[in-house]
């Protein structure tokens, strides 16, 4: 097992943040691509309380990787933050945080870490299917008025990249790479959020201070995608969007017409969907994950899901429900 308080040794001072949740199979292959690399940077494993043995295998096949145990689950937000907090108390220059269920090819950090290093800029890679690495999944995301919601810029609409850079509005925190200033300077993700909209949040934030949005063409990534709403994360994956959706939305610029278009929308495209797959059941429930969202947004509430919520959607899981 690695010294969690000795300083950083290596020839670089560059730290992924893997953080885990009840996803040892695909932290496992993630991990064990990072370390593929010839250069590959240090790589730490935040593990967010689920105890599934994952931290004790990464120690076990690979001592020289770092590990956290955070005890409890911090979401997103709070995970990475704990990481991004070691990483720089440990000395790191540069600090990526990426999802778990990624896979990273051979130098990939090594682009994104000499980029990161290079000026006041944040960076994201080229992110594509893992099962489909042919297609893109990310290749820069738009923030726009009247709407003033993120999303995935479509192929069409990218904008041409200048010597492997394409400048974007927001970045996806499937993989963010920065240097240590800039961490310093923008701030950890916003903990309020805990999962869903905190990198997009983010992402306002860095470019409000200054900070360039960049994502680089000539680095990949490969990206299960969703791979954390499963079961019940998956009810309460809607509930998340729509809440901390209308809350960035508020961040960024929009107003209440803007809202009350985005929870339509969402509530619409739910209903239409569902009753397309005649799971009318399925259907309800999605509406009242909308609803509640919508609610405590309204109330000021944040933060990890209401308990009871989430002892709802645990018991519709194990029910067999028919995931939201």
């Known amino acids: 097992m690695a010294d969690p ?28 691509s990072l370390l593929a690399d010839p250069d590959a940077p240090h790589v730490l494993v935040v593990d967010n309380g689920s105890e599934d043995g994952t931290v004790e295998e990464v ?15 911090l979401g997103f937000a709070g995970g990475m933050n704990r990481g991004i907090t070691w990483a720089r108390s440990h000395g790191a220059t540069v600090i990526t945080v990426l999802n778990n269920d990624t896979v990273v090819p051979v130098g990939t950090m090594g ?3 000499a980029a990161a290093a290079s000026g006041l800029c944040a960076i994201s890679p080229e992110v594509r299917y893992r099962d489909h690495p ?26 041409p990249s200048h010597e492997g850079t394409r400048t974007v509005d927001v970045l996806s925190g499937c993989c963010v790479t920065a240097s240590a200033e800039v961490w310093d300077r923008v701030g950890g993700f916003n903990e309020r959020y805990f999962l869903n909209f905190e990198d997009s949040e983010w992402s ?4 409000r201070a200054g900070v360039r949005l960049q994502v680089r063409t000539d680095a990949v990534i490969l990206h299960a995608v969703s791979a954390s709403f499963t079961g019940a994360a998956a ?4 509930y998340y969007y729509v809440r901390n959706g209308l809350d960035f939305n508020r961040v960024a610029g929009g107003d209440r017409r803007s809202r009350r278009r985005f929870v339509t929308r969402v509530a619409r495209d739910a209903a239409a969907r569902r009753r397309r797959e005649r799971a009318w ?4 429930r999605e509406l009242r994950m909308v609803a509640h969202g919508w609610a ?12 009871r919520l989430a002892r709802t959607t645990a018991r519709w899981a194990s029910a067999g429900a028919q995931p939201l």
């Not at 893109?136 to 995935?152: C, E, I, M, Q, Y």
């Open 5 to 32: 308080a000795a300083p950083l040794g290596h020839r670089t001072s560059h730290v992924v943040v893997v953080l885990n949740w009840h996803g040892r199979a695909d932290t496992l292959l993630c991990v064990e």
């Open 59 to 73: 120690e076990r096949r690979w001592p020289g990787v770092f590990t956290v145990q955070t005890g409890e689950n």
């Open 111 to 113: 682009v994104l870490s």
């Open 134 to 159: 042919d297609r893109v999944w990310f290749g820069g995301g738009t923030l726009a008025p009247p709407d003033w919601f993120p999303h995935h810029t479509p192929d069409a609409m990218l904008a």
């Open 204 to 207: 306002v934030r860095a470019a």
């Open 235 to 238: 009810s309460l994956g809607t």
């Open 281 to 284: 059941r399925a259907a309800a």
């Open 296 to 307: 405590d947004f309204s109330r000021g509430r944040m933060g990890p899901a209401p308990a």
